[in-house]
């Protein structure tokens, strides 16, 4: 699987928008982009995934870049809810069976103040 | 029900003991994990199961034994642990696509905090 890299940390004001960011430049074409957060002491949570095109639902926003080797996760009005550690992963489906793989890197922690 | 349910959420034991994690969903998914997290790093997989069926094992030690009864059920059978596998433990599940569907999201577990004395 590719690998992901992401800012180690990030400050956000509550009610502004959260802009986080992450690169993937070894991305495979079959591989998709996959956003994971984990509020602390909780099971990760799933935000969003996409593989090419911009994509939202009610948690947030991914934005890909058209070579596919970034993308940027977008909570469009932070909350302190919000604080917690964000996991950016690349993935395909394993070995073309009906399970899949996630390996999480290091994560991006966003603490969103007052 | 859109939970996956992990008991217990704490675990305190000894280094000789035997105890066993559980892991239950009522989603149908047909795939379940487990995942060992350190304290400040990030889930590591453990095992995967797909369709009851043990799929990946990602070179865990013996003395960790997973296990699926049926296709709700996922356990994970500990003995002879030492201290360093104090951990969270978390288990996950997920749809099991056939051939060029789609990977949906992995639904987690909250945990349990295992300490080994």
């Known amino acids: 699987d590719a690998k992901t890299t992401q800012p180690t940390s990030m400050d956000c004001a509550e009610g502004r928008a959260a802009n986080l960011p992450c690169n993937h430049s070894t991305i495979s074409g079959n591989e998709y982009v996959y956003w994971y957060r984990q509020i602390h002491s909780q099971g990760p949570q799933y935000i969003i995934h996409?593989?090419?095109n911009n994509e939202t639902n009610e948690m947030a926003s991914l934005i890909i870049t058209e070579d596919r080797k970034s993308s940027t996760l977008i909570l469009p009005h932070a909350t302190l809810r919000d604080t917690a550690v964000y996991y950016c992963i690349v993935s395909v489906m394993a070995g073309g069976t009906s399970y899949g793989k996630l390996t999480f890197g290091q994560g991006t922690i966003l603490t969103v103040h007052p | 029900d859109t939970e996956v349910t992990q008991t217990p959420k704490h675990l305190v034991m000894g280094m000789t003991n035997k105890k066993s994690l559980k892991c239950e969903q009522h989603?149908?998914?047909?795939?379940m994990y487990w995942y060992k997290q350190k304290a400040k790093k990030p889930p590591e997989l453990m095992f995967v199961?797909?369709?009851?069926?043990?799929?990946i094992n990602e070179s865990v030690p013996s003395r960790f034994s997973p296990e699926c009864p049926n296709s709700s059920l996922l356990n994970l059978h500990l003995h002879a642990l030492q201290p360093e596998d104090s951990a969270l433990y978390l288990c996950?599940?997920?749809?099991?696509?056939?051939?060029?569907?789609?990977?949906?999201?992995?639904?987690f577990g909250s945990g349990t905090r295992l300490t080994v004395v």
């Open positions: 989603m149908g998914h047909r795939a």
């Open positions: 996950a599940s997920s749809q099991a696509g056939t051939g060029g569907s789609i990977f949906y999201g992995y639904t």
């Open positions: 996409g593989l090419k």
């Open positions: 199961y797909s369709y009851e069926k043990l799929s």
